[in-house]
């Protein structure tokens, strides 16, 4: 028994470097946490009755899901980083790196993207319905603009797991091939949005990871995220208050 599970040992872990196993491990168990404890649904069934007496009561599961994706997706991941890995945090992505390249990307995807979501919207009447998540924040710019803060912490948590913690904590191993890599569950965490959209996701994780490697930072991957996931919140609520 001793002998068959020292080859076993030998023929499937031999040669496993310590970083590659602990991000793949680390993603698996942190996105199966993200899914599990930070989403609207838990906040409806375990805490919801701890937030009646606050106004708009229908937001706050998307407050919950949003600020604490920002301990699933960020911060658990920054200390498995620290104490899991060898390398330094601004080797995850967390600095400005080439801030000329990271700006001039993020202004141009934006303003390119701004045709597109108008289209998609008119197109694919669906997204209407979809956004913005938190519905009660649509009828008061009060409301609505702490709720797009509340998102950023969302989408900057949001990529700095896929293209900080994963595509920067792989490349070392699998070089580019750490774009598609972490392009696969960005992808899959997608599958509930609407169609158009979950295609997209393949596209974005693509082109969000060659920005992150070509900048050497994710921040900029989470300005555009969140620009554009702004821009379909605002046209959806002016649209359907037309």
């Known amino acids: 028994m001793k002998s068959y599970l020292q080859t076993l ?17 680390a993603s698996a168990v942190l996105l199966t946490l993200h899914r599990t404890y930070s989403r609207p649904r838990f906040f409806r069934t375990h805490l919801a009755a701890y937030f009646d007496a606050l106004p708009l009561g229908k937001s706050h599961p998307y407050y919950y899901w949003f600020l604490s994706t920002g301990l699933t997706l960020f911060l658990i991941p920054v200390i498995v980083a620290v104490f899991g890995t060898k390398q330094k945090l601004t080797e995850y992505g967390i600095r400005l790196g080439k801030q000329k390249v990271g700006w001039i990307v993020t202004l141009a ?17 669906p997204f209407l319905n979809k956004y913005p998540l ?18 950023g912490v969302y989408m900057f948590s949001w990529e700095f797991f896929f293209r900080g913690f994963m595509l920067f904590g792989l490349e070392k191993r699998f070089g580019n091939y750490s774009i598609l890599i972490q392009t696969i569950p960005f992808a899959v965490m997608h599958f509930s949005k609407p169609l158009p959209e979950a295609l997209g996701s393949i596209i974005a994780g693509v082109l969000l990871g060659v920005l992150a490697l070509e900048s050497r930072s994710f921040v900029y991957g989470a300005a555009i995220h969140w620009l554009v996931a702004m821009t379909m919140d605002t046209v959806c609520v002016i649209i359907s208050q037309v």
């Open 9 to 25: 040992r030998e023929k499937y872990l031999q040669g496993w470097e310590r970083q590659t196993t602990v991000i793949l491990l």
């Open 109 to 125: 995807a934006w303003v390119l993207m701004i045709p597109v979501v108008l289209l998609a919207v008119k197109v694919y009447p």
């Open 134 to 151: 938190g519905k009660a924040v649509a009828d008061s710019w009060l409301a609505f603009l702490p709720y797009q803060l509340a998102y």
